[in-house]
């Protein structure tokens, strides 16, 4: 016959339960810093879209008139910034390039402040082209996202 093996009732608290509380309250961190930013991208790229569609739906009148333009400019850019794009220097554009392409954009920087390190600079560029192949065409949109962070200062810098 064989004897029952007694094993020891494991504690409550162990290796294994704090690893998975500090991996669950780092990324419960992480995601508090990071969401904000990318859901202001996110809905900075929505108001993108909602701002062309209102060009593309009425392009012959827009083209026609430049202080249309610059009406829909203003409310892009007043939406912008309700949506907490608040940066000073940020940039807002409605270039017509001609009457088949027309760009709409935003630059402007978020800042990502992390414990225990300096504040770091995300750059957002972001554009939504659209073009036709001709007058009385379907426009077509396409979205470009030029994101990025600044280079370090202290890396070296390569010559070529």
Same mark, same amino acid.
């Given at each position: 016959?064989?004897?029952?093996?007694?094993?020891?009732?494991?504690?409550?608290?162990?290796?294994?339960? #704090?690893?998975?509380?500090?991996?669950?309250?780092?990324?419960?961190?992480?995601?508090?810093?990071?969401?904000?930013?990318?859901?202001?991208? /996110?809905?900075?790229?929505?108001?993108? *879209? &909602?701002?062309?569609?209102?060009?593309?739906?009425?392009?012959?009148?827009?083209?026609? +008139?430049?202080?249309?333009?610059?009406?829909?400019?203003?409310?892009?850019?007043? +939406?912008?910034?309700?949506?907490?794009?608040? +940066?000073?220097?940020?940039?807002?554009? #409605?270039?017509?390039?001609?009457?088949?392409?027309?760009?709409?954009?935003?630059?402007?920087? *978020?800042?990502?402040?992390?414990?225990?390190?300096?504040?770091?600079?995300? #750059?957002?560029?972001?554009?939504?082209?659209?073009?036709?192949?001709?007058?009385?065409?379907?426009?077509?949109? &396409?979205?470009? *996202?030029?994101?990025?962070?600044?280079?370090? &200062? +202290?890396?070296?810098? *390569?010559? /070529?």
């Amino acid at each position: 016959m064989s004897d029952s093996v007694q094993y020891k009732k494991p504690r409550k608290l162990n290796i294994v339960v #704090i690893g998975i509380l500090a991996a669950l309250v780092i990324g419960v961190y992480l995601a508090w810093v990071y969401l904000p930013v990318s859901m202001r991208k /996110g809905e900075a790229m929505r108001v993108l *879209d &909602e701002t062309s569609s209102t060009f593309t739906g009425q392009a012959s009148r827009m083209l026609a +008139d430049k202080n249309q333009v610059k009406k829909l400019l203003s409310t892009m850019t007043s +939406d912008l910034q309700t949506i907490g794009v608040d +940066d000073p220097q940020a940039e807002f554009w #409605i270039e017509v390039d001609n009457d088949d392409q027309v760009r709409f954009g935003v630059l402007y920087s *978020d800042w990502v402040e992390l414990a225990f390190t300096e504040p770091r600079e995300v #750059i957002h560029e972001l554009e939504l082209l659209c073009t036709r192949p001709g007058r009385g065409s379907g426009w077509t949109c &396409e979205t470009r *996202d030029f994101t990025s962070e600044p280079e370090a &200062e +202290d890396q070296p810098v *390569d010559p /070529g």
